[in-house]
């Protein structure tokens, strides 16, 4: 099919005519952003909308899998699930933590692997802390959830 196309995206009377008339090679003319336009009133397809037709169009199969595949997926979410267990448990421990005063004997402590320590007992230090951890956790959650699929 051909398309005729005007540096203004314009057709003449004259083009217009013959096309109608069957004279040009096409029922059909670009506008000036190469878009298609038939001029017996029907919309032509763009090259751009029959890409996004075609991606619509493809269907996404799932291979079938052999059953050592099965086992080794059921092997890893299992993995994952006990995971997300763990971390969900230590959420809870996390919330059950309750901060007192300023002048209370709550204390959190690091050590490194050269057995330096670090000993923080302000309460607004710790509150930070935990919620740090506790939105760590929450994302370790979340990402171990998006990997369970079938």
Known sequence: ???????????????????????????????KNGKDLNLNGNHVKTEVETEKVVEQQKVVETPK???DEKISKIE??????DKREKLIESR???NAF???SHHSNESVTLTDGQGHTFTATNTEVLSSVIDVIRNIID???KDSENLISF
Do not use: R, Y
């Open 1 to 31: 099919m051909e398309t005729k196309t005007k540096q203004n995206g314009k057709a003449s009377n004259t083009e217009i005519k013959d096309i109608i008339s069957g004279n040009g090679a096409s029922n059909s003319i670009a506008d």
């Open 65 to 67: 899998m052999s059953i």
């Open 76 to 81: 890893d979410l299992k993995i994952i699930i």
């Open 92 to 94: 809870k421990k996390l």
């Open 98 to 100: 309750v901060l007192g």
């Open 139 to 141: 994302d370790k959650i």
